[in-house]
């Protein structure tokens, strides 16, 4: 079961916005640090955004800098990324997880996951 569902996403032309949803199904991970990560066929799961439980703390990978803002809402028990710019090379299914223990940009170390949303970029 996803303990993470995700949504917002779609098909878009490069240059457009999106902004993605992550709600947790479990309220007892509302406060962990969360994070987004995408994967395309043939690779592994990378690295995109996290943000700090007190959601003050951002990092973000080098690919997604002055484009992509990650935030939370813990009132909503609800993480987002605001994709602006798009790029053709962000076609990716996004996931969101939660580390319920500690600071990661590796996604093997996340305790719970969605099952992920669909963002396509055409050039």
């Known amino acids: 079961q996803a303990q993470l569902v995700e949504s917002g996403g779609s098909s878009v032309q490069a240059g457009a916005s999106l902004r993605l949803s992550c709600i947790a199904s479990d309220p007892a991970i509302r406060s962990n640090v969360k994070a987004w990560f995408r994967q395309t066929p043939g690779k592994d799961r990378e690295f995109v955004a996290v943000?700090?439980?007190?959601?003050?703390?951002?990092v973000y990978a080098d690919s997604v800098k002055g484009r992509f803002t990650i935030s939370r809402d813990d009132d909503k028990n609800a993480i987002y990324l605001q994709m602006n710019l798009l790029k053709p090379e962000d076609t990716a299914i996004y996931y969101c997880?939660?580390?319920?223990?500690?600071?990661?940009?590796?996604?093997?170390?996340?305790?719970?996951w969605g099952l992920g949303t669909q963002v396509v970029v055409s050039s």
């Open positions: 943000i700090s439980e007190s959601g003050r703390a951002t």
């Open positions: 997880a939660a580390l319920l223990g500690g600071w990661s940009t590796e996604a093997k170390d996340y305790d719970a």
